[in-house]
């Protein structure tokens, strides 16, 4: 036979090699463009230049951050009082101020360590321009340039093959696809992918915002915000607040402009600022302006902690988000496995010498892809002689040879060296056997024959097979323990690649999940309901497209699931955006990590269990947290409305609550929300919230108005009612601080210790007290303080009572639904 040239190697059974000769100009211009219609085509526009958003945007997280409910009812309030000059009331607006700013910076932070690493990830392209090869920026190259493409490189433009010898392109980022594809003359290249052997010449078709990997990142980067219960609860309340907020401060200003004289007389006497004071007080206190600043504080917190832990943070509610996922889907390539191919082992089938130096000649050649390289690391050494011929590599023929001296070595499928017709099978039929069994553990299987080379590139009727080879795809060492760790949470789990769907059954085997097989994504149904159906039955999906992906996500939320998904390519970015939680790896494509949630700075899928953990602290401190301040936004709505009804002057001023708030809430409610806390999630939060909030805020309304109706009927000053209303206030809420604080450990215990120290010291420091407006109670007073204070706190003990009893049941129903969405998945 004529022997060609020694550029060829193995490969698997969809690897490939070219046969296409040398590297021909194919009638075309082999120097490609000249400087002329390179200038042409750049005034054109015709260029690769594409600014691919690698992160939010600067403007879209201050939109986020800034222009919110919460933030437009706090800065009215704020201006109304600057406008009547009463700037020590407005203190409260800095809680808005402080909220924004957390946000904003901590996103801001995220983005521009994410467009770092996006800028230092950005490959170069290698192009022929009046005949001389030149490496030029991706955004320089143009249509209709000639990329040179080597092992190594990354196809900056979608090109279609101009020549090739051997030219393989790993596609996983784009396709999920593994295995290398063969490229040969007048195939399509799509940038993104990665030249893992041979070379070749294309011919630029497609640029910029055109190419496949730009028009899926197109559609992928159009941001969205996470789903987070905490935000979406709390909202939920603003929105509640915004409706009520407007009547109830007309029937609070009403009632204090009569309290002052009347309309007429509180207006000539200027006596009208106090009642709009008194009236932004009580419209205020019903803002839970300090859950949305404490809530911001614990994501931003969580999110620091877990940046310690490699874990970039995006969003801040993306901090929550991972403890309420149910189910989390995995791209194989890049999350279960490395994506490399690893050398299995050998497996003899007879005795024949030298086999391991051919071995060893195949993994060392330049051009070798991925699966002959693999070999390299178990046969180190090659033949002495000089091979006198070579097959290449053909997809026709899925084998490969090379020849030493009158010694043919054929590397291959073993179904394609040794198919059903060929004469010597009957007496290898321990091959077939052989073969099928490793074949079934989803290992990629090669056989090495030898025999007598012939004068045409076929196996010769004499070959014996040597060796069968075994490949397989290097599993990331912390994959096992994480999804043990899922399942122990009674997370499920979905593993979603465009692989062979068998082949990544085996891996997913290997790494402790119970799958007898794989699901063809080609025969997944139209149907939603359908659809459904088949991913309850199933765990393993393979040959699943980007837009499969997707619409798996789509379908397991309609399903009544919260859902994560990993991965690292471009096919992964829409499935990724859609997700409850989308999770990048750092090693993946740009398009991928602009969209997720979370990036795993180091690619550790290991990072998760952290995740989950740190999600959970913030949820379950966050409902405990918010007991305390619906609490208030429940007394302070009863309050305006009750007050405003009765014509009775409101009992205080917005400073005088805010030292109340700071006391009772506000500042305990920082240390509790940063305690650990590995409670389960449970859906309901608002809920279980508001059937404490609001009797305990109806027990706390009751005992101010029953004292401010006492007090007014026994003639005492409104500086000593509001006294005293202070004193109410600031005792009840202490003890419904204590109750939500149950059990008491000692940081608990300090907390609460120092918040009644801090009580007296309110009204024993003059400087303090006299800001505050607070006076020495007199007998009475202070004996109507405690009785009402002693009722009330008996009301809250009766109220935190049957709020455990309906809870646990409802928490009971709560974890039964979810377990049983979750069972219907495993």
Not at 252 to 264: D, E, F, K, T
Not at 427 to 456: C, K, N, Q, W
Not at 688 to 699: D, K, M
């Amino acid at each position: 036979m004529t022997p060609t040239p020694v550029h060829t190697t193995a490969s698997g059974s969809t690897s490939g090699r070219s046969t296409s000769g040398g590297l021909t100009s194919g009638g075309l211009t082999s120097g490609g463009l000249t400087s002329s219609e390179v200038a042409t085509r750049v005034a054109e526009n015709r260029t690769n230049a594409y600014v691919q958003g690698s992160s939010r945007s600067v403007w879209s997280i201050l939109r986020a951050n800034v222009l919110t409910l919460f933030n437009a009812i706090v800065a009215a309030c704020f201006l109304v009082l600057i406008v009547v000059g009463r700037w020590q009331d407005a203190l409260f607006g800095f809680s808005a101020v402080v909220n924004a700013v957390i946000g904003t910076v901590q996103e801001y932070r995220a983005k521009r360590a994410l467009d770092r690493l996006a800028v230092l990830n950005a490959p170069s392209a290698r192009v022929l321009r009046d005949g001389v090869e030149v490496e030029i920026a991706i955004g320089e190259v143009v249509m209709d340039d000639l990329l040179v493409l080597r092992a190594g490189d990354q196809v900056s433009a979608d090109g279609r093959v101009l020549d090739a010898r051997g030219l393989q392109l790993d596609e996983s980022m784009l396709t999920g696809e593994s295995d290398a594809v063969e490229k040969v003359a007048g195939a399509e290249v799509l940038s993104g992918s990665i030249v893992v052997g041979g070379e070749g010449r294309a011919t630029v078709i497609r640029v910029g915002a055109d190419s496949y990997a730009n028009t899926i990142a197109n559609e992928a980067k159009k941001f969205s915000l996470v789903t987070s219960e905490l935000r979406s609860s709390i909202n939920r309340v603003l929105k509640w607040i915004s409706w009520v907020i407007g009547p109830l401060a007309v029937i609070v200003l009403n009632s204090q402009m009569i309290a002052q004289g009347g309309w007429g007389e509180a207006i000539s006497s200027g006596r009208w600022k106090d009642a709009v004071v008194a009236t932004i007080a009580s419209v205020v206190a019903a803002v839970p302006l300090g859950l949305v600043l404490i809530t911001s504080i614990t994501f931003a917190v969580g999110a620091v902690k877990l940046s310690r832990q490699q874990v970039l943070v995006q969003e801040l509610p993306a901090v929550e988000g991972l403890a309420r996922v149910d189910i989390i889907c995995l791209d194989k390539t890049g999350t279960l496995t490395q994506g490399d191919i690893v050398f299995d082992g050998a497996h003899p089938l007879g005795e024949r010498a030298g086999w391991r130096e051919v071995l060893g000649w195949y993994g060392v050649q330049n051009d070798a892809n991925a699966t002959a390289r693999s070999l390299a690391t178990e046969f180190t050494v090659a033949p002495d002689a000089t091979p006198t011929g070579t097959v290449p590599f053909s997809s026709a023929r899925k084998w490969s040879a090379v020849i030493f001296d009158e010694s043919m070595w054929i590397l291959g499928g073993p179904e394609m060296v040794f198919p059903a017709d060929h004469p010597a099978l009957p007496d290898h039929s321990a091959l077939t056997h052989r073969a099928a069994e490793l074949a079934a553990t989803g290992r990629r299987t090669l056989v090495l024959a030898h025999g007598t080379p012939t004068d045409d590139e076929t196996v010769p009727g004499d070959a014996v097979p040597v060796a069968l080879l075994t490949f397989r795809e290097n599993i990331r060492p912390d994959a096992r323990e994480t999804l043990d760790f899922f399942a122990e949470q009674g997370v499920a789990v979905r593993v979603i690649s465009g692989d062979n769907p068998q082949t990544v059954a085996a891996i997913a085997r290997d790494v402790g999940l119970d799958v007898p097989h794989g699901f063809d994504a080609r025969e997944l149904p139209d149907d939603q309901d359908a659809l459904i159906r088949v991913l309850q039955q199933n765990i393993v999906f393979g040959r699943v497209t980007p837009e499969q992906k997707k619409r798996i996500v789509i379908a397991l939320k309609a399903a009544g699931h919260t859902v994560a998904m990993t991965g690292d390519g471009v096919n992964d970015a829409l499935a990724i955006k859609e997700a409850d939680i989308g999770i990048a790896m750092n090693s993946g494509a740009a398009a991928t990590k602009a969209v997720a949630r979370l990036i795993l700075l180091d690619s550790k899928f290991s990072h998760l269990p952290h995740v989950v953990a740190e999600g959970r602290q913030v949820i379950a401190n966050i409902e405990r947290v918010s007991m305390l301040f619906l609490t208030k936004t429940a007394y302070a709505a009863f309050l305006a409305l009750v007050f405003g009804v009765l014509l009775l002057p409101f009992p205080f001023l917005p400073r005088q609550l805010s030292i109340t708030d700071g006391l009772t809430i506000g500042i305990p409610a920082f240390f509790f929300a940063l305690l650990p806390n590995k409670k389960r999630y449970v859906p309901g939060f608002l809920r279980r919230s508001l059937t404490f909030a609001i009797p305990a805020g109806a027990v706390v309304t009751v005992g101010l108005a029953v004292f401010a109706r006492v007090a007014a009927n026994l003639a005492i000053p409104e500086a000593e009612i509001r006294t005293g209303s202070t004193l109410i206030l600031t005792i009840v809420g202490l003890w419904i601080l204590v109750v939500l604080s149950r059990p008491i450990g000692p940081i608990k215990a300090a907390v609460i210790g120092a918040m009644m120290i801090g009580l007296v010291l309110v009204y024993a420091i003059p400087l303090v007290s006299d800001f505050l407006q607070l006076v020495d109670p007199t007998l009475p007073t202070a004996a109507l303080v405690l009785v009402i204070s002693a009722a009330s706190i008996g009301l809250i003990e009766v109220v935190r009572f049957v709020h455990r009893r309906l809870t646990a049941r409802d928490e009971l129903r709560a974890l039964q639904s979810l377990d049983a969405v979750q069972a219907s998945t495993k």
